[in-house]
């Protein structure tokens, strides 16, 4: 199983990004996926997870500015952030449990800063 996460980078705050990932290795249409977050110093957290039919739950944190979504089609997840936040600068790891084995990408950077 790969995971590739894309879309990171510097946006000022109450900007937006989408962050993308590509999943590969596993039958796609069948699995949760996530996005989980790690600030520096601080322990890996969800932010947010799609069940493989659709359902949706995020973090209080992120209720009303995040959506995550997916793409059958694709094999791709999305988490869309709007109205970023500092606090919400830090590495963003897709995630997905296959056959029992937890797996992540390497990471992408969201940094929120003027």
């Known amino acids: 199983v790969q995971l590739v996460e894309s879309g990171g980078g510097l946006v000022q705050p109450g900007g937006s990004l989408r962050l993308s990932c590509a999943a590969s290795?596993?039958?796609?249409?069948?699995?949760?996926m996530a996005w989980y977050l790690q600030a520096p110093g601080n322990q890996r957290e969800l932010v947010a997870r799609?069940?493989?039919?659709?359902?949706?739950n995020y973090a209080d944190s992120v209720k009303g500015r995040f959506t995550i979504s997916r793409d059958n089609a694709k094999n791709t997840v999305y988490l869309q952030m709007n109205s970023l936040k500092p606090e919400d600068t830090a590495v963003y790891y897709c995630?997905?449990?296959?056959?029992?084995?937890?797996?992540w990408g390497k990471g992408t950077l969201v940094t929120v800063s003027s």
């Open positions: 290795g596993m039958i796609f249409i069948d699995n949760a």
């Open positions: 995630n997905t449990m296959w056959w029992g084995t937890n797996y």
């Open positions: 799609i069940t493989r039919d659709g359902s949706t």
